[in-house]
T-cell receptor, first 112, second 112 residues
Framework: DAKTTQPPSMDCAEGRAANLPCNHSTISGNEYVYWYRQIHSQGPQYIIH???NNETNEMASLIITEDRKSSTLILPHATLRDTAVYYC?????????????FGKGTKLSVIP | DAGITQSPRYKITETGRQVTLMCHQTWSHSYMFWYRQDLGHGLRLIYY???????DKGEVPDGYVVSRSKTENFPLTLESATRSQTSVYFCASRGGIYNEQFFGPGTRLTVL
């Protein structure tokens, strides 16, 4: 699976959009981009994933560049409860693919 | 209750003792996983299981034993605990419409 690069930390004002970048320049054609987050002391939680089209769900939006070498997770109206470590993970879509490789992620602090 | 649970949530033991961490899921997901999380390392895969009676090593399997006699349970055993196994342990199962991983609340293990 391709490696990802994320900034170690970011701040965001409460109520504003949080834009979390991720670089995955070695991503291959059958690899998806997944985002998980981990709120302090809890298990990681799935947020969203995508292949090449932009995706949106009730939690967030995922914007993937046309060349698929980077992506941005957008939390449209950040709240204090969104303070967490956010992990960008690239994973193959193959039938036998199972593993998530967690890097160090981005620690997002939402400021009141 | 539906979901994935772990027990105990906290455990203190001594070097050389055997410890078993329990994981139970109610979804009948085929895949289950054990991760450990240490400061500076993120989450690392210890073992995984594709189905009952099928298990395989992950990134850091040494010192651990797993079994899976029933689909819903995936216990992790430290046969002779060492201080380096002090960590937070997360169990996960894979399923849902996006094949995402669902994580348990974690077990904080301290080996004295």
């Amino acid at each position: 699976d391709a490696k990802t690069t994320q900034p170690p930390s970011m701040d965001c004002a409460e109520g504003r959009a949080a834009n979390l970048p991720c670089n995955h320049s070695t991503i291959s054609g059958n690899e998806y981009v997944y985002w998980y987050r981990q709120i302090h002391s809890q298990g990681p939680q799935y947020i969203i994933h995508g292949l090449k089209n932009n995706e949106t769900n009730e939690m967030a939006s995922l914007i993937i560049t046309e060349d698929r070498k980077s992506s941005t997770l957008i939390l449209p109206h950040a709240t204090l409860r969104d303070t967490a470590v956010y992990y960008c993970i690239v994973r193959s879509s193959g039938a036998g693919s199972y593993q998530l490789t967690f890097g160090k992620g981005t620690k997002l602090s939402v400021i009141p | 209750d539906a979901g994935i649970t772990q027990s105990p949530r906290y455990k203190i033991t001594e070097t050389g003792r055997q410890v078993t961490l329990m994981c139970h899921q109610t979804w009948s997901h085929s895949y289950m996983f054990w991760y450990r999380q240490d400061l500076g390392h993120g989450l690392r895969l210890i073992y995984y299981s594709a189905a009952a009676d099928i298990t395989d090593k992950g990134e850091v399997p040494d010192g651990y034993v797993v079994s899976r006699s029933k689909t819903e349970n995936f216990p992790l055993t430290l046969e002779s605990a060492t201080r380096s196994q002090t960590s937070v342990y997360f169990c996960a199962s894979r399923g849902g419409i996006y094949n995402e991983q669902f994580f348990g609340p974690g077990t904080r293990l301290t080996v004295l």
